[in-house]
């Protein structure tokens, strides 16, 4: 099944620099990745996805690459806030089933 | 979202006991989803569902049960509860019909077994 490794697993940044996550996936047949955001204490939310078709997917300050032959994505944060403080978890899936496979999760502070 | 709430929020229970976690959606989604989180694990799926008739197992179902008992609710039992089930567990929906497969949170329910 697929596997998804997702690092680092702790990153601190001072404010207004970019912070940059990376996940890697095992299975080739994956086309969906999607990036989620968990607060302290809060529900996971999507904040940016990408399809295998597209090789960059931008929204404000945030984006995500895929790299398809290398079979890594990464999410990448400019400017960053004391409000992006959260986790970030990466995930892929086969449009088949939409299941979902979740990396471990990265913790960023924002230290302003 | 306050359209996927999740019952209890919190549980405190001891080894052996039945517990039963529940989900309920007014989003009039198909797909229902439950995961647990644990530190430095991320999110495992558990069971999920497509419709009313249909449960499949995820990854990590041993020790779990769910039911369907209508679109916009679904149950996760814990038969026989273990202190290694203590977790933070999440129930998610997304579309069938939708071309995205954002998958909606519930607020979680934390889950202590002794």
């Known amino acids: 099944g697929e596997n998804v490794e997702q690092h680092p697993s702790t990153l601190s940044v001072q404010e207004g620099d970019s912070a940059v996550i990376k996940c890697t996936y095992s299975?080739?047949?994956?086309?969906?990745f999607p990036w989620y955001k968990q607060e302290l204490g809060k529900r996971p939310q999507l904040i940016i996805d990408i399809r295998s078709n597209v090789g960059e997917k931008k929204d404000q300050r945030i984006a995500v690459t895929l790299n398809k032959t290398a079979k890594h994505f990464s999410l990448h944060i400019t400017e960053t806030q004391p409000e992006d403080s959260a986790v970030y978890f990466c995930?892929?899936?086969?449009?088949?089933?939409?299941?979902?496979?979740f990396g471990a999760g990265t913790i960023l502070r924002v230290k302003s | 979202d306050a359209d996927v709430t999740q019952t209890p929020r919190n549980r405190i229970t001891k080894t052996g006991k039945r517990i039963m976690l529940e989900c309920s959606q007014t989003?009039?989604?198909?797909?229902m989803y439950w995961y647990r989180q644990d530190p430095g694990l991320g999110l495992r799926l558990i069971y999920y569902?497509?419709?009313?008739?249909?449960?499949n197992k995820g990854e990590i179902s041993d020790g779990y049960s769910v039911s369907r008992q209508a679109q916009a609710k679904f149950s996760l039992s814990l038969e026989s509860a273990i202190p290694n089930q203590t977790a933070l567990y999440f129930c998610?929906?997304?579309?069938?019909?939708?071309?995205?497969?954002?998958?909606?949170f519930g607020p979680g329910t934390r889950l202590t077994v002794l």
């Open positions: 998610a929906t997304s579309d069938l019909g939708q071309s995205t497969d954002t998958q909606y």
């Open positions: 569902s497509f419709d009313v008739k249909d449960i």
């Open positions: 995930a892929a899936s086969k449009s088949d089933g939409n299941k979902l496979v």
């Open positions: 299975d080739s047949a994956s086309n969906y």
């Open positions: 989003k009039g989604h198909d797909r």
